[in-house]
Antibody, heavy 121, light 106 residues
Framework: QVQLVQSGAEVKKPGASVKVSCKVS????????MHWVRQAPGRGLEWMGL????????TYAQKFQGRVTMTRDTSTSAVYMELSSLRSEDTAVYYC??????????????WGQGTMVTVSS | SYELTQPPSVSVSPGQTASITCFGD??????ACWYQQKPGQSPVLVIY???KRPSGIPERFSGSNSGNAATLTISGTQAMDEADYYC?????????FGGGTKLTVL
């Protein structure tokens, strides 16, 4: 059973950066696209972007381009999401999710437990 | 940019059928997914590729997608189905979520 285990809660000041990790258990790390989704308090789900199985290709939502970087480390079976120039509106729970299916029909079948990031001065 | 629109809330009596609709331009030409999220929990996939149920999802959950709307139907709704539900589609290499619908079972 694949599990995604994320790093712990973070508190950051405006203007700082945060890096959230997502460790993938099981032997399927290099087979799947991984996505990041965030959810502000009391709000809906917001897609941030994806990283391909090789780690060489990423696609970011236009809203986050220039501020987000997604990477993956095969040696640790982990994916990472770094968000820079943080502002209060970035306060949210950040989720990693595994994608299955082809690009037109992909679905997120496994999710991490979420990482709360609070941006406050 | 592509948008998916859902009603903010839907109410249903226990044992009745709940329907949640997601609207998007030519959504029927894309594949829709549905996620269930209970308070304090991560989302759970309940429908993918318009109509398919992942292993472990009860048969009372079903989906359809045609024209400009995808619909999640819960037959014989139970109290445990009370949650937020989100539709999702893939458009131009990006993922789009609907705004979410709070399903109340009362």
């Amino acid at each position: 059973q694949v599990q995604l285990v994320q790093s712990g809660a973070e508190v950051k000041k405006p203007g700082a950066s945060v890096k959230v990790s997502c460790k993938v258990s099981g032997n399927t790390f290099t087979s799947y696209y991984m996505h990041w989704v965030r959810q502000a308090p009391g709000r809906g789900l917001e897609w941030m972007g994806l990283i391909d199985p090789s780690g060489r290709s990423t696609t970011y939502a236009q809203k986050f381009q220039g501020r987000v970087t997604m990477t993956r480390d095969t040696s640790t079976s982990a994916v990472y999401m770094e968000l820079s120039s943080l502002r209060s509106e970035d306060t949210a729970v950040y989720y990693c999710a595994r994608a299955v299916g082809s690009s037109g029909s992909l679905a997120f079948d496994v999710w991490g437990q979420g990482t709360m990031v609070t941006v406050s001065s | 940019s592509y948008e998916l629109t859902q009603p903010p809330s839907v109410s249903v009596s226990p044992g009745q059928t709940a329907s949640i609709t997601c609207f998007g331009d030519k959504l029927g030409d894309k594949y829709a997914c549905w996620y269930q999220q209970k308070p304090g929990q991560s989302p759970v996939l309940v429908i993918y590729q318009d109509t398919k149920r992942p292993s472990g999802i009860p048969e009372r959950f079903s989906g359809s997608n045609s024209g400009n709307a995808a619909t999640l139907t819960i037959s014989g709704t139970q109290a445990m189905d009370e949650a937020d539900y989100y539709c999702k589609a893939w458009d131009s290499s990006t993922v789009v979520f609907g705004g979410g619908t709070k399903l109340t079972v009362l």
